[in-house]
């Protein structure tokens, strides 16, 4: 009945809000404690929402992608253990390509400023929520394709 675009939407917005919210309130607290870094701090908070949503569009997707239970393997279990390296290595990399990709606006628009940051963390900040906004078809896509049925017990 739903859209898999409106399931894939729904599985991220739990997590991005209350891990959010846990982060913005620690930002505040900081806010608070340090006059000096407000605006910095108010910067950083801008880049919550778009760079939560990403980091957990990115982990459905993956786990969508390579379905993995959790298992507790026995000593000596290299095969399970080099799986599980594998694929938070190609996650890492993957965050690690969208923050760079998220940058080159950002200093795009530093450069042409001028040398002023609000235009770099402008231009950053867009394009980091481009990047959140498409990783939503990517996730609803792993979505249609998942197959419960397929999942062998071990």
Same mark, same amino acid.
């Given at each position: ?6 399931? #894939? ?15 913005? @309130? ?6 608070? $404690?340090?006059?000096?870094? !407000? ?7 801008? /880049?919550?929402?778009? *760079?939560? /949503?990403?980091? /957990? ?10 379905? =993995?239970? =959790?298992?507790?393997? =026995? ?5 399970? /253990?080099? &799986? ?5 290595? @190609? ?24 040398? !002023?940051?609000? #235009?770099? #963390? ?9 990047? #959140?906004?498409?990783?939503?078809? $990517?996730?609803?896509?792993?979505? &249609? &394709? *998942? ?8």
């Amino acid at each position: 009945p739903l859209h898999s675009s409106a399931i #894939a939407a729904g599985e991220l917005i739990t997590p991005v809000v209350i891990t959010s919210a846990v982060q913005l @309130a620690l930002l505040g607290a900081m806010a608070g $404690f340090v006059a000096e870094a !407000r605006l910095e701090v108010a910067v950083a908070a801008a /880049f919550v929402v778009p *760079f939560n /949503f990403l980091l /957990f569009g990115l982990e459905n997707l993956f786990f969508l992608l390579f379905p =993995t239970r =959790t298992l507790h393997p =026995t000593p000596g279990d290299f095969q399970s /253990f080099g &799986r599980q390296m594998v694929v938070m290595i @190609a996650k890492m990399v993957l965050l690690g390509l969208c923050a760079g990709v998220a940058a080159l606006p950002g200093l795009l628009a530093y450069w042409l400023s001028g040398w !002023r940051w609000p #235009a770099f #963390a402008l231009g950053s900040w867009l394009a980091l929520v481009l990047q #959140a906004i498409a990783v939503v078809p $990517f996730v609803a896509w792993a979505y &249609r &394709r *998942f197959d419960v049925s397929m999942d062998t017990p071990v």
